[in-house]
């Protein structure tokens, strides 16, 4: 048995600098867009969304700009698995997460739970 569900909306942008992303989506949206000052505040941030909604992530990419999804789960492995059986395709898988490829060509993030409410949550999926 495992746990997943929506964890955020990524809004890959395809900028030179990740700045142009964070003022465009923080107006845009009414949103604060906290960043960091870590060694990776250069291709990643996130906007400031009520607890109960998904987070909403910037990050940089070389790849055309998209918006994907984040599924987190405290199970990566079993959650790719069931993926699969739905016709889910593994793209490339890093140490922390792993990225599909739906059967309708959307790709998407498999990610370990991000939200702090997911292990207390009732509004998680529960898999057998």
Known sequence: MHKSRLAALVLDSKVDDIEEANTFWEQALGLECVRSNEEW?????????????????????????????????????AEVER???????????????????????????????????FSDSDNVNVWE
């Open 41 to 77: 505040s250069s291709k990643y941030s996130h906007l400031n969304s009520p607890k109960d909604q998904p987070h909403i992530l910037i990050q940089k990419t070389t790849h055309e700009s998209r918006v994907h999804l984040d599924i987190e789960t405290d199970n990566i492995a």
């Open 83 to 117: 993926l699969k059986t739905l016709g889910a395709q593994v793209v490339e898988t890093f140490q922390r997460w792993v990225v599909m490829e739906a059967p309708t060509g959307h790709r998407y993030c498999v990610v370990n739970p991000q939200r702090q409410d």
